[in-house]
């Protein structure tokens, strides 16, 4: 059974750093694609950031140049770490995986979700 439980959610204010993992059991993460997504309230979720198989990634334009997605396939856990944070940043965090190596964009391309972790930002 597949199950990927995210950590390090919590409150900061805006221009603060958070880093979120996910540990993942019963999938190995070595060379697949995963990603973080989340989702504000009234908003649909939205991608942040994929890692492909080949460790390659990709950012949402808003996320661009602050986050930072990486894997530690030793650990099989993935991380975000994102810094100078915003008000807009405000939003659960999911992490997601596939089967597949290669990443989409589409939600329906994740087979696997973590419950979410919950980041505030604060002016």
């Known amino acids: 059974q597949v199950r990927l439980v995210e950590f390090g959610g919590g409150s900061v204010e805006a221009g603060g750093s958070l880093t979120l993992s996910c540990e993942a059991s019963?999938?190995?993460?070595?060379?697949?694609?995963m990603a973080w997504f989340r989702q504000s309230p009234g908003k649909e979720r939205e991608l942040v950031a994929t890692?492909?198989?080949?460790?390659?990634?990709r950012y949402a334009d808003p996320v661009k140049g602050r986050f930072t997605i990486s894997k530690d396939n030793a650990k099989n856990t993935l991380y975000l770490q994102m810094n100078s944070l915003k008000l807009d940043d405000t939003a659960i965090y999911y992490c997601a995986a596939t089967k597949l190596w290669f990443c989409a964009d589409n939600l329906s391309n994740y087979e696997y979700w973590g419950q979410g972790t919950q980041v505030t930002v604060s002016s």
């Open positions: 890692i492909d198989g080949d460790g390659r990634t």
């Open positions: 019963g999938y190995t993460i070595g060379r697949r694609c």
